[in-house]
T-cell receptor, first 112, second 116 residues
């Protein structure tokens, strides 16, 4: 079926290092959303990208939407312990015929 | 504004039993989605409701059902529980679903279901 794939599954970094997670869809997405889930918490909406090639920044976080609207990435510069959690991308690979489908997430583990 | 409220927070059931989970969306939100979260499978989409109508359904067996009421509150039911149904069930509300622009999902804290 139509899916949203996300890599890597786990990422260990030293505090201060950069981090990137990648998201790919088997079909063109009308838009893509990113969420963060802290350990023991629930997913919290971070941002939505709509336009082809769009780049958005939130402080140390940079989000990109691919030109073909099939892939996206989240890059964190100089990670801090507060960045710990699981980052999910989400989209509707089947358009309106699908519910919002989440990637399996990237677990970010930061070593001080 | 109050967030998404899910009840109960924790449930322990026995195989073969059935369970009903409840979700109250943020005031003014008319769309409610349900997800099953497990360590191995991540967040898996169950249903999406809008204005009392099921808009989308995920790839789950018919034992999983849901509904939405006129006040946008939603319930999901799982019948004939299996051990593999043990999971965190998350409800999320949004203003309304869209095609070119999806309203962000606001998640509740979830119901932790354990089937023994």
């Amino acid at each position: 079926g139509q899916q949203v794939m996300q890599i890597p599954q786990y990422q260990h970094v030293q505090e201060g290092e950069d981090f990137t997670t990648y998201c790919n869809s088997s079909t063109t997405l009308s838009n893509i959303q990113w969420y963060k889930q802290r350990p023991g918490g629930h997913p919290v909406f971070l941002i939505q990208l709509v336009k082809s090639g769009e780049v958005k920044k939130q402080k140390r976080l940079t989000f990109q939407f691919g030109e073909a609207k099939k892939n996206s990435s989240l890059h964190i510069t100089a990670t801090q312990t507060t960045d710990v959690g699981t980052y999910f991308c989400a989209g509707r690979p089947g358009g309106g015929a699908d519910g919002l489908t989440f990637g399996k997430g990237t677990h970010l583990i930061i070593q001080p | 504004k109050a967030g998404v409220t899910q009840t109960p927070r924790y449930l322990i059931k026995t195989r073969g039993q059935q369970v009903t989970l409840s979700c109250s969306p943020i005031s003014g939100h008319r769309s409610v989605s349900w997800y099953q979260q497990t360590p191995g499978q991540g967040l898996q989409f169950l249903f999406e409701y809008f204005s009392e109508t099921q808009r989308n359904k995920g790839n789950f067996p018919g034992r999983f059902s849901g509904r939405q009421f006129s006040n946008s509150r939603s319930e999901m039911n799982v019948s004939t529980l299996e051990l593999g149904d043990s999971a965190l069930y998350l409800c999320a509300s949004s203003l309304e679903p869209g095609l070119t622009y999806n309203s962000p999902l606001h998640f509740g804290n979830g119901t932790r279901l354990t089937v023994t």
